[in-house]
């Protein structure tokens, strides 16, 4: 007989729907070798020049006994080491001139822990008032967050509206009207870049946000996973922004580091000791290493020269050549549109009135070994949002009229593989895609 799960154990124990994709992904890759063009994950690519850089510092680090010694024998405490967090304060002073301390970082297993910890503690029930929730304005947004809450459904989140640049690009852009601000709301959350879109908001949006947030009393977070000082994934200028109404994360990850499970919280001081007691109850202390790995990069300012003449480029050019291949390859004949690339690692595509649902197109371009994520994933929290089973597409075509059928006509394409895979990938997606409109709905 089955022991019987909490809502917690029923929550976070019984897999998701990304976790289910990702598996399959990872299993289509395992069993599909060489020949399977993996567009599917956020894995960032592995550079020389960083590899470079990671094995001398770890080379720098066994070199120090006493330093190693202490990198991987000792407990830090639960905010991380405090010389780090001196120097993440101090370049963000540097760079940005925000008045920080290191008692206004904390350090965490990753962003993504970074944002189970502040989602979880910000909304939900909570003692005395009602239960509250996180505001997206903006979906699509990151999938990492749909399956993070402990305590049923976390997120309210706001159609984007939909600005048509040219015959092939378009943007999302907040819709501040349709934001509705009463005592359920709990915090605001943004990704900047956006994962899956590219978007990045732009410094109105984000000072709007701050208003919106301020008014209601209630933090800004903003998730840098791919944003401003590192990894710095942004293709155009933006003046990133951080007060006492604002959280920031930041994470070593896009940097090159994943492996390090290493993030930062930037936000107010009872905000990190929150963080503090979280990372103690749940896991004693964080890794050291990319703490140890990093800190004299943030010191010298290495790290900021290797975002702005290694790391940046690098995705620009990705960014480039992938659009230049939708455009060779869907010539004109095909009704497509890219998401504008303004950041972080992926193209979303949007295949206006596509026959058939983005699923339907995943499981058709798995079949042919290209690997991408079927967009409805990361429209969560919408109040007409399709069910969580997304397998299910049973209804006829007009019964799915009445969902938001935008959400099933896109999907998220990574550039950070190799050109020829990504060129490779991109046929195979026009080919599909041309089936898809000759063959007309399946439904
Ligand atoms: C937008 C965004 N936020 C957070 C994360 C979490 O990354 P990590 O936990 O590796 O820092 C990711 C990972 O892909 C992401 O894309």
């Known amino acids: 007989m089955g022991w019987i799960f909490s809502q917690f154990g029923e929550q976070l124990g019984r897999g998701s729907g990304i976790g289910e994709l990702m598996d399959d992904l990872g299993h289509a890759l395992a069993v599909g070798g060489d020949e399977v063009c993996m567009l599917g994950g956020g894995q960032p690519a592995h550079l020389p020049e960083l590899d470079a850089v990671w094995r001398r510092r770890c080379q720098t680090l066994l070199d120090d006994p006493e330093r190693f010694k202490a990198v991987v024998g000792n407990y830090e405490p639960p905010l991380g080491n405090q010389s780090f967090r001196e120097s993440v304060a101090a370049l963000l002073k540097r760079r940005y001139g925000w008045d920080l301390s290191f008692k206004n970082v904390a350090v965490t297993a990753g962003g993504q822990t970074a ?116 990894p710095d994934v942004v293709f155009r200028e933006i003046k990133p922004r951080w007060d006492e109404q604002m959280i920031l994360t930041l994470s070593l990850s896009k940097l090159g580091l994943p492996g390090t499970r290493t993030a930062v919280v930037i936000a107010r001081p009872d905000i990190i000791e929150a963080m503090g007691s979280m990372n103690s109850i749940v896991g004693l202390a964080n890794s050291n290493l990319g703490q140890a790995i990093v800190k004299p990069l943030l010191d010298n300012g290495e790290v900021c020269q290797l975002t702005s003449q290694v790391i940046r480029p690098f995705y620009q050019q990705k960014s480039e050549f992938a659009q230049k291949c939708v455009r060779e390859v869907f010539n004109n004949d095909l009704p497509y549109r890219i998401h504008l690339s303004e950041g972080a690692f992926f193209l979303w595509m949007w295949f206006d009135g596509l026959p058939i649902h983005s699923q339907e ?61 990504i060129q490779r990938g991109i046929e195979i997606i026009g080919e599909e895609i041309q089936r898809a409109y000759q063959s007309g709905p399946v439904w």
């Open 115 to 230: 944002l189970f910890f502040l989602f979880n503690a910000l909304a939900g029930p909570s003692v005395g008032a009602v239960p509250r929730k996180v505001l997206l304005p903006l979906v699509p947004e990151y999938i990492g967050y749909a399956n993070q809450s402990v305590s049923g459904s976390l997120f309210r989140s706001v159609r984007p509206q939909l600005e048509l640049i040219g015959d092939h690009q378009f943007k999302y852009r907040v819709d501040f009207e349709a934001i509705e601000v009463d005592d359920t709301l709990g915090a605001i959350c943004v990704s900047r870049p956006t994962n899956p879109t590219g978007n990045v908001l732009t410094d109105l949006e984000v000072d709007h946000l701050h208003e919106v947030a301020s008014t209601a009393g209630v933090p800004l977070i903003i998730d840098q996973a791919y944003g401003s000082p590192f």
């Open 361 to 421: 197109l995943y499981r058709r371009l798995k079949e042919r070994k290209v690997l991408v994520v079927p967009g409805q994933h990361f429209f969560f929290g919408l109040n007409d949002a399709v069910k969580d089973d997304t397998e299910n597409t049973t209804q006829s075509y007009p019964e799915r009229q009445s969902i938001w059928k935008h959400q099933e006509e896109c999907i998220r394409v990574s550039f950070a593989m190799p050109d020829e895979v």
